[in-house]
């Protein structure tokens, strides 16, 4: 078995605990774990990424272009420069809530949002697209828009380990203060994907 | 993760001192350890920096004690003065080095090896590739030092020591470590002198050949498969090499490396003569690669080596699967043989994805390091516009390295740990007509600011040193520093002043800005108004930053302000539409990443990651941008 996991998104919006939590859990579920997270300067507001590996092998910790099982954005532009890494029919769910970047260095591109939505969606069938942050700050605060994708994946049912499971790892890991807010974070995506998907 | 993994190896290996300065990717190393300190009765300190650390860390072996040492690649530099010395004299307890190497590089000015500096400083070098091997070598660094009394080197990667998996350990809490230290005995072999080099000198060599012995008959160093193609490789990039292979693992014999330095010659030979080619699998230097090349030369064995030197491989930047796939095919095919290993195909190739907007790495919404670059900025223009004179602006190692990015465009210069205010007075000796402003971090300050700042005095450079004071060592996660009156361990130290530091120094324009207390205290103006303290904050940054740069000789301004990273925010701004013109300015010249001005909007506004700093309400000159909400 092997299952690989990318988390796209932008410094601050706590890519590196959700690969934590689902690194927890897989580990939890009797998987060898590995992950690859971006710590240190490219942290501050640039691109991030987490790898998650999970399998009965242990493998380095970056995945091959073309592997990733699932992929968890959590900002459009970020899901669509990570999506080579996205295996034929791997699975796509995307934070549709934008992050400009803070300056537009002279020859950067225009962020054009509708073309990236539609780029997304020409080239990932299947794809579950919906705003977690603002799912999150409904239910307190944008910051719990990682958790609830995590959410999300848990009711996509695309994770190789039970819901019980990562809830489990969420309980014991988030700390009291911000516990019912994620959880509710948490919850409310899953039955929102529940409900997107069926439709 | 892989760093804790080292922790805990460390720990159970009966370290008795720890000793580190914080630097992507080892910080968290000694974070852990901070954790189990009291329980475990384990002495660890933040030293100032990583030369002092060592030294530190020295002085507990000489007397016996177990010792580690944690730093990044570029830290080793710092340290190297002692460590040449060290590897002469020994150590007797043990002393282990953690030194994080960062391929691509993602958080560092270099992407030097530290295998090769092991094999420069003739001290051993272990090289794990997961964090389970993390942990196991560092108990054997810890053995090997002991019994060898040399220091012994703990080298990892990015990927190894930010990497977090599962870890099997001995015991899941740690006990209390075991006093083994007997203490400080007198004898001359603690003195270093050129008699006692030139006795220690053939002991040291002779280690080299007791240790690459020893290193053949360990098991870190394996050999897998049984093809004719044989694959040498250390460190994260076995795997790589282990999982391109897949499927095709008949072809191919890996040796796998775990002890780089000495080689160990032994074990490679017996490799060598099973396989009749051999491609290095390897990232920075080629190190694996010269080692063999050697040996297959002293040998006189019949091996064709592919490696980085005849252009197989990447001489540079991190590897991966991909990468190393990519090398092994080149080979292949030289080789003429049919098989191809496959990369996978993925949903999308990167040739396909539409032009996407650069997303560089920035100074936080809120970063009080912006508002003095925006005032040094202003400050240059005013004094250009009077005088003519440009200003070159030297930067140095922290957060505030990120104000070279556009638009604020205030770093023209950078180059390691305390360099600004050093360059920026030889760029005064060369460009007198110019002012000169260097900026440093407090805790970049401390590490290696204060000699500059005595040689300017000294030599009567005209150089104003920006000492940007957020009571912090911010970009490697926030840990304390001999400013901060707090030590590693969480007691009470004495606070030193940076402002008094650089008075004793000589220095005798010194001023303090106090950016927070003029953003928060309405007392600070006449009308006693929050709103137009704020308007005063930004001008007086910029008062303070002209007459400094006026003043004729070495010029100090500390700006003391809070990280925004962990402070909460006591206000945040909104930006009224009925007054906005939409003239973009805030956004464009500020490039605060809570300032948005969407394509298809015409005014901007402030995003819920405003930390009311209140620098773009003070730049707006329509009055636009107001507090919306205090006390959050």
Not at chain 1, 49 to 74: E, M, N, Y
Not at chain 2, 322 to 345: K, Q, T
Not at chain 2, 436 to 450: C, E, K, L, R, W
Request: charged letters at 20%; glycine letters at 8%.
């Amino acid at each position: 078995m092997k299952y690989d996991i990318l988390i796209a998104g932008v410094g601050g919006q706590g890519v590196v605990l959700a690969s934590r939590l689902l690194a927890l859990a897989a580990m939890k579920a009797g998987f060898h774990v590995s992950t690859a997270e971006t710590i240190g300067m490219s942290q501050r507001e640039g691109s991030v990424s987490s790898h998650i590996r999970i399998g009965d092998k242990i493998s380095g910790s970056l995945i091959p272009v073309g592997q990733a099982d699932l992929l968890l954005g959590l900002e459009p532009a970020e899901t669509v420069r990570n999506l080579p890494f996205l295996r034929e029919g791997g699975k796509v769910i995307v934070n549709t809530h934008t992050i400009p970047p803070a300056s537009r260095p002279p020859g950067s591109p225009e962020y054009d949002l509708s073309a990236l939505l539609s780029f997304l969606n020409a080239h990932c069938p299947g794809i579950l697209c919906s705003d977690f942050t603002e799912l999150a700050e409904e239910e307190g605060t944008y910051r719990a828009a990682n958790v609830a994708m995590l959410g999300a994946a848990a009711g996509a049912g695309v994770l190789p380990f039970s819901e019980e499971t990562l809830k489990a790892v969420l309980n014991a890991e988030i700390p009291e203060k911000y516990r019912a807010v994620n959880k509710a974070s948490f919850e409310h995506a899953m039955k929102c994907i529940r409900l997107i998907s069926d439709a | 993760m892989g760093n804790e993994a080292i922790a805990l190896g460390a720990i159970e290996a009966g370290v008795q001192v720890v000793t580190g300065y914080p630097g992507t990717p080892s910080t968290e190393a000694l974070e852990t350890i901070i954790r189990y300190a009291n329980r475990c009765g384990i002495y660890t300190e933040w030293s100032n920096n990583e030369k002092v650390a060592l030294e530190t860390s020295v002085g507990a072996a000489y007397s016996g004690a177990k010792a580690l040492v944690t730093m990044k690649q570029v830290g080793l530099n710092v340290a190297s003065d002692p460590l040449m010395s060290l590897s002469y004299i020994g150590v007797k307890g043990a002393l282990v080095l953690l030194v994080a190497d960062d391929p691509g590089p993602h958080s560092s000015q270099t992407e030097q090896d530290t295998r090769a500096f092991g094999h420069f400083a003739n001290i051993p070098v272990l090289d794990p590739a997961t964090p389970q091997e993390a942990y196991e070598l560092t108990k054997l660094a810890f053995e090997l030092s002991h019994e060898f009394e040399i220091p012994v080197i703990l080298r990892t990667t990015t990927r190894v020591s930010h990497s977090c998996g599962d870890v099997e350990v001995t015991a899941l809490e740690p006990a209390a470590v075991e006093v083994s230290c007997e203490g400080f005995v007198k004898d001359r072999r603690w003195t270093i002198f050129p008699r006692l080099t030139a006795e220690r000198h053939p002991w040291l060599e002779n280690v080299q050949v007791q240790l690459s012995e020893c290193f053949s008959g360990l098991s870190c160093n394996s050999v897998s498969g049984s093809g004719k193609i044989g694959i040498i490789a250390s460190g994260v990039s076995a795997l790589y090499a282990k999982e391109a292979v897949r499927g095709f693992e008949e072809l191919f014999t890996l040796f796998r490396v775990g002890t780089v330095y000495p080689f160990p010659e032994k074990a490679a030979l017996s490799f060598l003569k099973e396989i009749d080619r051999l491609i290095v699998v390897e990232e920075l230097d080629p190190y694996l690669e010269e080692q063999v090349l050697q040996l297959i030369g002293k040998a006189h064995l019949p091996v064709d080596v592919y490696g980085k030197k005849n252009g197989f491989f990447p001489v540079s930047g991190e590897y991966n699967v991909d990468i190393v796939i990519d090398g092994i095919n080149g080979v292949l095919a030289d080789l003429g043989e049919n098989s191809c290993l496959p990369h996978a195909s993925p949903a999308v190739l990167r040739e396909e994805l539409p032009p996407l907007p650069i997303r560089a790495p920035t100074l936080c919404a809120g970063c009080m390091h912006r508002t003095v670059f925006y005032a040094f900025k202003q400050a240059a223009k005013q004094l250009k516009k009077d005088s003519q004179a440009d200003t070159i602006f030297s930067g140095d190692i922290g957060c505030y390295t990120l104000g070279n990015a556009h638009p604020l465009n205030m770093v023209d210069t950078c180059l390691c740990m305390g360099a600004g205010m050093s360059i920026a007075g030889g760029l005064f000796r060369t460009n007198p007509e110019a002012k000169h402003v260097a900026f440093i971090g407090d805790s970049t300050f401390f590490h290696s600011g204060i000699p500059a700042v005595i040689n300017a005095v000294y030599n009567g450079a005209d150089v104003t040193l920006a000492v940007l004071d957020n009571r912090t060592t911010a970009m490697t996660g926030h840990q304390p520093h001999p400013g901060i009156g707090v030590t590693a361990l969480g007691s009470a130290s004495k606070a030193i002043d940076i402002a008094d530091v650089v008075r004793s120094c000589g220095v005798e324009f010194v001023r303090t800005v106090d950016i927070e207390s003029l953003e928060n205290n309405p007392e600070n103006n006449p009308e006693n108004n929050l709103e137009n303290s704020l308007e005063n904050s930004l001008e007086k940054c910029v008062e303070a930053a002209k007459e400094a740069m006026k003043f004729e000789g070495p010029s100090v301004i500390v700006f003391k302000g809070k990280c925004v990273g962990i402070t909460k925010p006591s206000k945040c701004y909104t930006i009224e539409p009925e007054n906005c013109t939409g003239c973009g300015f805030c956004v464009i010249q500020l490039g605060c990443p809570a300032l948005t001005l969407p394509a298809e909007e015409d005014k901007p506004f402030i995003q819920d990651n405003c930390s009311g700093c209140g620098l773009c309400a003070q730049v707006c000159s329509s009055g636009a941008i107001r507090i919306q909400e205090v006390g959050l």
